[in-house]
């Protein structure tokens, strides 16, 4: 027979194990650059994702919106690891994509240092070229 408290239960225990329960980011990292369109004009308020975060843990990521002379500074963490504790900071670099204007003409594959602690992060520059 099946329980009618099944479905808030599970509710329950993920809203249990949400980041506040697992604990803080597991790394941070700083990507900026300048959008530039293909005709040389900056891109203002134009989408920059950085995401398909690889090894040593899927999802890392984030995004913003250039300014008014295409400038962005995209903030990205790693999910979580819970109560094993943060990820030594030499096992933590990620193989992204980063993207303006969701063009695919835009990407770029780079290799990203996340670090334990948001303090130490080395900002990346890398600018890019919208159609």
Do not use: H
Not at 69 to 83: C, D, E, F, K, Q
């Amino acid at each position: 027979m099946r329980s009618r408290f099944a479905l808030p239960a599970l509710v329950g225990t993920l809203i249990a194990c949400s980041s506040d329960v697992l604990g803080p980011a597991a790394g941070y990292a700083n990507i900026f650059g300048v959008v530039t369109k293909s005709n040389g004009e900056l891109a203002n308020n134009v989408q920059v994702l950085l995401s398909g975060c690889s090894s040593p843990a899927l999802g890392g990521g984030g995004s913003t919106f250039t300014d008014r002379i295409g400038r962005y500074s995209v903030a990205a963490t790693l999910p979580p690891v819970g109560a094993g504790g943060p990820l030594p900071r030499d096992s933590v670099i990620g193989q992204c994509t980063l993207l303006a204007a969701r063009d695919t003409s835009s990407v770029v594959q780079l290799d990203v240092w996340f670090w334990v602690n948001a303090g130490d992060v080395t900002p990346i520059e890398i600018d890019l070229t919208i159609r």
